[in-house]
């Protein structure tokens, strides 16, 4: 069994920097494939960025290449997402993922495991 918790949301201008952290529970963390999903209002639940159970294998959402940056710490069971050049398009509410086996996947029913959710807002 794993928990997830999210933090590190709020709020930002356009232009600014976030990092959120997502804390894990059990001795399993560092087997899972993890992601951070996001949801706006209005719209479906995307993978914005994805890794392995190492570091090196990751996946980006086109509309984030080159301004996110996904790492995992496994010692400390925790994985962190560096939000830079924020968007108010960023805007909406992230959540951890994490799933028990296989790859990482854009499909979000996979992930087994899910924080609660940190809001993130980029005004313009």
């Known amino acids: 069994q794993v928990q997830l918790v999210e933090s590190g949301g709020g709020l930002v201008q356009a232009g600014g920097s976030l990092r959120l952290s997502c804390a894990a529970s059990?001795?399993?963390?560092?087997?899972?494939?993890m992601g951070w999903f996001r949801q706006a209002p209005g719209k479906e639940r995307e993978l914005v960025a994805g890794i392995g159970w190492s570091n090196t294998r990751t996946y980006y959402a086109d509309s984030v290449k080159g301004r996110l940056n996904i790492s995992r710490d496994n010692a400390k069971n925790t994985m962190y997402l560096q939000m830079n050049s924020l968007k108010p398009e960023d805007t909406a509410v992230y959540y951890c993922?994490?799933?028990?086996?296989?790859?990482?996947?854009?499909?979000?029913?996979?992930?087994?495991?899910w924080g609660q959710g940190t809001q993130v807002t980029v005004s313009s």
């Open positions: 993922a994490a799933r028990r086996g296989g790859d990482i996947s854009t499909t979000s029913w996979l992930y087994e495991y």
């Open positions: 059990g001795r399993t963390f560092g087997r899972y494939p």
